[in-house]
């Protein structure tokens, strides 16, 4: 029986700029058996084209677009109805997503009825202002994910939550998240999956095992990202593997 293979990207596939060996391979092989490929990524800043373009660059598995599910596709989804000017606190991802949605994107704090925090690498102190202000003010308050850290090639680097933290604590306010383990971004998936089961392949528990827990679906921690021994998990994982490459040697 084959079914659908949701992966995590950071830490999974690639760290930073380095595909995690075999990576690729393991997911055309996959693929070839039948297995349908969903990448579910919290990582807010880069459009769902240049996601596909780097899993190819780096991993040499021709993704494509939509096979990409991320966060800052969740969060456009939660003010898709209202459609409420909005302040970014965040990348391009973040971006296309209300662009798509057509969610007005606001330079200011007075304008915003909305306002989504993602990770934003060129975040400035005006920047955190801003959200904050116009969360102050009233605005919903959106968050692409909570995750304290990301994995780049050589350490752990501070992710959206630790952005969205600064806000939540000028603001006085916490935000609704949309990535995972929420459920916004499981909706996304659940539309997406195909019929079968469903593996979830991550590095976090707090994020990709929660979100498989959630859905009654296979939990699968791979250890080159954020957590790298399982006796760091308060619950233990459904499989363990060194990496993704070994998946296709468990997996039907």
């Known amino acids: 029986m084959t079914g659908t293979v949701v992966c995590d ?24 058996r ?25 991993a040499g598995y021709p993704a494509r677009v939509d096979q990409v599910v991320g966060s800052a596709e969740a969060a456009a989804a939660l003010l898709a109805a209202q459609r409420p000017p909005t302040y970014v606190l965040g990348g391009d991802g973040i971006r296309e997503a209300l662009r798509a949605a057509k969610i007005p994107e ?14 934003a690498t060129d975040c400035d102190y005006a920047a955190l202002a801003t959200a904050a202000s116009a969360v102050r003010r009233g605005a919903r308050f959106v968050a692409t994910n909570a995750d304290p ?24 306010c916490r935000a609704e998240v949309a990535g995972k383990p929420h459920d916004p971004i499981r909706r996304l998936l659940r539309s997406r999956v195909g019929p079968g089961p469903v593996w ?52 039907g």
């Open 200 to 251: 979830v392949v991550g590095d976090r528990e707090d994020t990709d095992l929660e979100l498989a827990r959630a859905e009654g679906w296979t939990a699968v921690l791979v250890l080159t990202g954020a957590t790298s021994r399982p006796d760091e998990l308060v619950r233990p994982a459904d499989l363990v593997l060194d990496s993704l490459a070994a998946l296709a040697d468990h997996i």
């Open 149 to 172: 850290t990301f994995p780049a090639e050589e350490e752990l680097l501070p992710g959206a939550g630790a952005i969205l933290a600064a806000v939540e604590t000028a603001a006085g």
């Open 9 to 32: 990207l950071d830490g999974v596939v690639y760290r930073g700029g380095r595909a995690v060996d075999g990576a690729g391979e393991a997911l055309a092989e996959l693929e070839r």
């Open 106 to 119: 606001v330079a200011d704090a007075e304008g915003a009825e909305a306002v989504v925090v993602g990770l």
């Open 34 to 58: 039948g297995w349908r490929i969903l990448f579910c990524t919290n990582n807010s800043t880069r459009t769902r084209a240049a996601v596909a373009r780097r899993i190819a660059e780096l």
